[in-house]
């Protein structure tokens, strides 16, 4: 069965980085785009981020965009979230999630990272 | 960017009623509109795409309905599963945009 699992958050500082990762499994992951949607505590969704199947193009929220990169590395199966720079707002639970068929819709979704920035 | 409206913030409905929760653009997102159910300490699950089609295991009870700026996700018979909140999303425009979100919960 599809399976996405999140690893690497934690608690960083204002300012400081952190890389998620996304390891896929169940399906051919390298076929489809993959996106970052992020929850903060309380609050409702917000898409971050999406990466094309092949990695050969991205796409990124306002709120995001020059801090964090998103990367893929097919040949592990396994999707990325570079954040730089990272703010008290960024403070939320990053869920990866696969793209259905090309339609920029999320059919599957992983557990969850939470990201905390706090000093 | 656009925004994604939804209404109301909270509904108040009984086992077995119909519970309509709507959702508008300010924009026109032709029928490139989502519904997502998210269930407390669980991921978001995509119900509807295309408007009104149900993905894969949607039980025939969700429905979907609406196009351009205008869109209603129908529960005809809540179950006690279906208490969650109700989240829509467009994907007409980059970047993609949800609305607030409908908490469903039981009367």
């Known amino acids: 069965q599809v399976q996405l699992v999140e690893s690497g958050g934690g608690v960083v500082q204002p300012g400081g980085s952190l890389r998620l990762s996304c390891a896929a499994s169940?399906?051919?992951?390298?076929?489809?785009?993959t996106h970052w949607v992020r929850q903060a505590p309380g609050k409702g969704l917000e898409w971050v981020a999406f990466?094309?199947?092949?990695?050969?193009?991205?796409n990124y929220a306002d709120s995001v965009k020059g801090r964090f990169t998103v990367s893929r590395d097919n040949s592990k199966n396994t999707l990325y979230l570079q954040m730089n720079s990272l703010r008290g707002e960024d403070t939320a639970v990053y869920y990866c999630a696969k793209d259905r068929l090309a339609t920029y819709t999320f059919d599957y979704w992983g557990q969850g990272a939470l990201v905390t920035v706090s000093s | 960017e656009i925004v994604m409206t939804q209404s109301p913030v909270t509904l108040s409905v009984s086992p077995g009623e119909r519970a309509t929760l709507s959702c508008r653009a300010s924009?026109?997102?032709?029928?490139?509109l989502a519904w997502y159910q998210q269930k407390p300490g669980q991921a978001p699950r995509l119900l509807i795409y295309?408007?009104?089609t149900r993905d894969t295991g949607i039980p025939a009870r969700f429905s979907g309905s609406g196009s351009g700026t205008e869109f209603t996700l129908t529960i005809s018979s809540l179950q006690s599963e279906d208490f969650a909140v109700y989240y829509c999303?467009?994907?007409?425009?980059?970047?993609?945009?949800f609305g607030g979100g409908t908490k469903v919960e039981i009367k």
């Open positions: 999303q467009q994907y007409n425009n980059w970047p993609l945009t």
């Open positions: 295309g408007a009104s």
């Open positions: 169940g399906f051919t992951s390298s076929s489809y785009g």
């Open positions: 990466i094309w199947y092949d990695g050969s193009n991205e």
């Open positions: 924009q026109s997102v032709n029928i490139n």
